[in-house]
C-alpha cells in the first residue's frame, strides 16, 4: 500500500529530497511522492521534478496523519516552517537513503534526514529535522542537534557535539570531542580544532570566529 508523502520546498534542497523519496520507493519502501508546498505563490500550480507544487502549508492543513518531508536547507528557515506547521496533525518521518549507513545503537529523529552515502557509527545521536548531506560522516558518540545540517562530506570524529541548528559547511572537518554552539555556522572546509561558541560564524583552517550575532537571531526572517 502507498503512503502519500509531500515535500516543502520547491527548490534545490527539495528536488534533492523528492529524489531520496523516489529511490527509497525504488528500494521497496512505500512512499509516493505527491507533489511539493512552497511559500511562494508564484509556483503554485507549477511542476517541480516531474511533481506538482500544490500550495502552502494550507493546503495540509486538514489534511490529518499526511507525511512530511522538509526540503529546506537553511536551519533557520527549517526552524520557522517546523513552528508555522506545529498546529496541524501532520507526520514528520525520518528518512535515510537506501545507501546511507547507519550503525548500531545510532538514531535519527522525526523529521531527520540522511542522503545519499551518508555514514553514521555507532552510538550517535541525530535530533529532529537535522540534515545529513550527501556523503557526511558521523563518528562514534557524536550528537548532532535539532535543526543542524552537516553540508556534504563534513566528516565529524568521535564525541563531537554540533549544537541545534548548527550549520556545518561542505567539507568541514573536526579534531574528536570538541562543541559548537547552538545556531553556530561554518564556513565550507573549515577545520574545527577547539570549541565555538553559540550564535557565532566561523571560517577558515583552523576555524575562527568571524563574527557573532544576538541570541534568537534564527527566530526572524530576514527582509527581503
Known amino acids: 500500500m502507498s503512503r502519500p508523502i509531500v515535500v516543502y520546498g520547491a527548490g534545490g534542497h527539495g528536488r534533492e529530497i523528492a529524489a531520496l523519496i523516489r529511490d527509497l520507493r525504488r528500494a521497496g519502501e512505500s512512499w509516493e511522492l505527491q507533489g511539493f508546498l512552497s511559500d511562494d505563490p508564484t509556483s503554485w500550480g507549477n511542476e517541480v521534478a516531474g511533481a506538482p507544487v500544490l500550495g502552502d502549508g494550507q493546503w495540509a492543513a486538514h ?3 499526511l507525511a512530511v518531508a522538509l526540503g529546506v536547507g537553511d536551519p533557520a ?11 496541524y496533525d ?7 537513503h537506501p545507501t546511507a549507513t547507519i550503525m548500531e545503537r545510532s538514531s535519527i529523529g522525526r523529521g531527520g534526514i540522511a542522503a545519499a ?3 553514521v557509527t555507532v552510538d550517535v ?14 563518528s562514534h558518540d557524536c ?3 535539532p535543526y543542524a545540517t552537516l553540508g556534504p ?3 565529524l570524529p568521535g564525541g ?6 548548527c550549520d556545518i559547511g561542505a567539507g568541514t572537518s573536526s579534531v574528536p570531542r570538541v562543541v559548537v554552539g547552538d545556531w553556530a555556522i561554518v564556513g565550507a572546509g573549515a577545520v574545527i580544532t577547539r570549541d565555538l561558541p553559540a550564535d557565532c560564524t566561523a571560517v577558515g583552517v583552523p576555524a575562527r570566529v568571524s563574527s557573532r550575532r544576538k541570541a534568537g537571531w534564527h527566530l526572524v526572517a530576514p527582509a527581503r
Open 117 to 119: 552515502g551518508v555514514v
Open 143 to 145: 550528537r548532532a542537534g
Open 90 to 96: 501532520l507526520d514528520f518521518p525520518p528518512l535515510v
Open 125 to 138: 545521536e541525530v535530533g529532529e529535522f537535522a540534515v545529513l548531506n550527501v556523503q557526511a560522516s558521523l
Open 160 to 165: 563531537v557535539i554540533v549544537g541545534t541548528g
Open 153 to 155: 562530506r563534513a566528516a
Open 77 to 87: 528557515a527549517r526552524y520557522r516552517v517546523v513552528a508555522n506547521l506545529a498546529e
Open 63 to 65: 489534511r490529518h496523519g
